[in-house]
């Protein structure tokens, strides 16, 4: 009996486990070249700790397949030191999204956060409340890790990221409290404005133009390349929503980091009336990249 018990034990344990599996596969660089005297073991631990916390941490519901994973990658640049435990430095998050029937990723989120400070010592692990500040190494990592999963979810369904925004909401309200740069009101562009706007249904388009672009435009290209390619100019042209209500509204600025190069890539092999109007599109909402899309009518 105890042995049939024990095996109920096991079966329930691993039907748990696949039911509720990891979503990320999350990548962890840690740069510190600008620290003299650099103690390389503790920034390795360090490394190989957020990338534990990234991706063995459960972050939703829903049921990730191993090739369903997103694809994440954080590269940390340690720019400062101030203690044996206390540092600064820059912060880029990049994840990726697969096409459908094909072999081709692409780009949703390419953002870099210049101010990020922090704790670390050896062996110290990384814990999460969705509610009460903990540590900042802590509230960043999760805050990301929410905006990546919201971004992917919205590229499959109208707002299907709302869940998690509302839980990177949660953690930026509780981290507001602690002070820390990038979380504070009276800064610019930060963490906080991030999802601020994101949530915010006055830039609505952003998310719209998400959906459109990956949903209605890319995964369609496999067999339906002007059809596509039509929906990715309705998408691009659906941010001129946001650009109305701010030209230099943040989310337009976190488009294009993502997608300039794509872009560029797709009208490539487009009629002239699409270079024409992509291009007349692009450099009004992009400007500081308006030499780049001047290349698709020359």
Same mark, same amino acid.
């Given at each position: 009996m105890k042995l049939v018990r024990y095996i109920i034990f096991i079966c329930v344990i691993l039907s748990w486990n696949s039911l509720y599996s990891q979503e990320l596969r999350c990548r962890v660089s840690v740069q510190y070249s600008d620290i003299p005297d650099a103690d390389k073991e503790l920034f390795n631990n360090l490394s190989k700790t957020i990338e534990e916390f990234m991706n063995t941490r459960v972050w939703t519901d829903n049921k990730f397949e191993e090739h369903e994973k997103i694809e994440m990658r954080l590269n940390l640049r340690i720019t400062k030191q101030f203690s044996n435990k206390n540092f600064a430095g820059t912060l880029q998050i990049q994840s990726n999204r697969p096409v459908y029937n094909s072999t081709y990723t692409t780009t949703i989120f390419n953002h870099v956060d210049e101010k990020f400070n922090f704790q670390f010592e050896e062996n110290q692990t990384i814990e999460l409340s969705e509610t009460s500040y903990i540590s900042n190494l802590s509230s960043v990592l999760s805050f990301y890790a929410y905006i990546?999963?919201?971004? /992917?979810?919205?590229?499959? $369904?109208? +707002?299907?990221? &709302? *869940?998690?925004? +509302?839980? &990177?909401?949660?953690?930026?309200?509780?981290?507001?409290?602690?002070?820390? $740069?990038?979380?504070?009101?009276?800064?610019? #562009?930060?963490? @906080?404005?991030?999802?601020?706007?994101? %949530?915010? $249904?006055?830039? &609505?388009? @952003?998310? $719209?133009? %998400?959906? %459109?672009? =990956? !949903? +209605?435009? *890319?995964?369609?290209? =496999? /067999?339906?390349?002007? /059809?596509? !390619?039509?929906?990715?100019? #309705?998408?691009? &042209?659906?941010? #001129?929503?946001v650009y109305r209500v701010r030209p230099s509204a943040l989310l337009l600025n976190v488009f294009f980091l993502a997608k300039k190069d794509e872009i560029i890539q797709i009208f490539t092999e487009g009629t002239s009336e699409e270079k024409q109007r992509i291009n007349t599109l692009a450099k009004k909402l992009n400007p500081a990249n308006a030499a780049e899309y001047d290349k698709l009518i020359k």
């Open positions: 990546v999963l919201g971004l /992917d979810f919205d590229t499959y $369904s109208p +707002q299907g990221g &709302a *869940l998690y925004f +509302q839980k &990177a909401q949660n953690i930026a309200s509780a981290a507001n409290a602690s002070n820390e $740069s990038g979380w504070l009101t009276n800064e610019k #562009e930060n963490r @906080y404005w991030l999802i601020e706007n994101l %949530l915010n $249904s006055t830039y &609505a388009g @952003y998310r $719209s133009a %998400l959906y %459109l672009y =990956h !949903r +209605q435009g *890319l995964d369609i290209m =496999h /067999d339906k390349t002007a /059809d596509g !390619r039509k929906q990715i100019m #309705e998408a691009v &042209a659906e941010l #001129e929503k």
